[in-house]
């Protein structure tokens, strides 16, 4: 059973998963490759899923605290710029799902904006300064387009144009509200 608590374990996982992903996962033209095989081949350069993009940024950051490598910072830096120019929309919701230039799904998920929100924190603490203010902006989106007073729970999703609500409300961004 690997030893979760061990730091010599954590600093070694971390390392291998570096190991596996970085350079080759940084797509020059934008954010990060998301489709590997087991052998660590691309199998698809094109789609980008707002999640995944999120957890790229966010083990580059903790990456970066871990070793403290600049390379690991710059890639931070590289996937906040695909995660802003690319997934944000100019009405401050985040693509779902896109392939190149085309956005497959618009649909505003809670799920992926407590994801952004995380990755906003994360990189802020690993020293973007640029952040900062973007924790702010992405919270106060929550609080004013997910947050269900009624229910005690944020929306699950929500239309691209903020207009149509999912029934269904999630525990799964709940911390988020506290």
Request: some cysteine; proline content about 4%; overall charge negative.
């Amino acid at each position: 059973m690997p030893d979760f608590q061990s730091p010599e374990f954590l600093k070694r996982h971390i390392q291998t998963t570096m190991d596996f992903y970085h350079p080759h996962c940084l797509d020059p033209n934008g954010g990060y490759f998301q489709f590997f095989k087991n052998n660590g081949d691309i199998y698809d350069t094109d789609t980008r899923h707002l999640v995944s993009s999120t957890r790229f940024v966010f083990n580059y950051a903790k990456a970066y605290e871990a070793e403290g490598k600049p390379e690991y910072l710059e890639a931070t830096r590289h996937g906040l710029n695909y995660l802003r120019t690319r997934h944000r929309r100019d009405n401050g919701g985040y693509v779902w799902l896109l392939n190149k230039d085309q956005n497959l799904d618009e649909t505003n998920h809670c799920y992926g904006l407590a994801f952004v929100l995380l990755v906003y924190a994360t990189a802020y603490k690993a020293g973007v300064e640029e952040a900062k203010p973007w924790i702010k902006e992405t919270f106060d989106l929550m609080e004013q387009h997910f947050w269900d007073t009624e229910f005690g729970l944020y929306k699950d999703e929500i239309s691209s144009d903020w207009q149509q609500t999912s029934p269904y409300r999630s525990t799964e961004c709940q911390y988020a509200h506290l």
